[in-house]
Nanobody, 123 residues
Framework: QVQLAESGGGLAQAGDSLRLSCATSERSFRTDAMGWFRQAPGKERDIVAAITWSAGNTWYATSVKGRFTISRDNAKNTVHLQMNSLKPEDTAVYYC????????????????WGQGTQVTVSS
């Protein structure tokens, strides 16, 4: 069973940077796409960014484009989300997820999920 282990997150002020990391126990065609979702209180869980292991293709939500960067470390089976110029509206629980492709990952169904990590940005 694939397991995702998240780290990073915490408290930040507006304009600060944070980095999230997600290590996967398995890389295969079933988990070629990995990414981050976030869920703020009272809101739906939305995809933020994604990347593929095989080709390094990336995708970003409009709200984070230019501020967040997703990257992969093949040697460590770890995906990173570098979050710069943080805003209070970035406050949410961030979840790492995996699926076979970015479109499937974005659907949110049958994803493999991490446990979530809190990111809180104060103004």
């Amino acid at each position: 069973q694939v397991q995702l282990a998240e780290s990073g997150g915490g408290l930040a002020q507006a304009g600060d940077s944070l980095r999230l990391s997600c290590a996967t126990s398995e890389r295969s065609f079933r988990t070629d796409a990995m990414g981050w979702f976030r869920q703020a209180p009272g809101k739906e869980r939305d995809i933020v960014a994604a990347i593929t292991w095989s080709a390094g293709n990336t995708w970003y939500a409009t709200s984070v484009k230019g501020r967040f960067t997703i990257s992969r470390d093949n040697a460590k089976n770890t995906v990173h989300l570098q979050m710069n110029s943080l805003k209070p509206e970035d406050t949410a629980v961030y979840y790492c997820a995996a699926h076979a492709s970015i479109p499937r990952l974005a659907q949110g169904d049958l994803n493999i999920w991490g446990q979530g990590t809190q990111v809180t940005v104060s103004s």
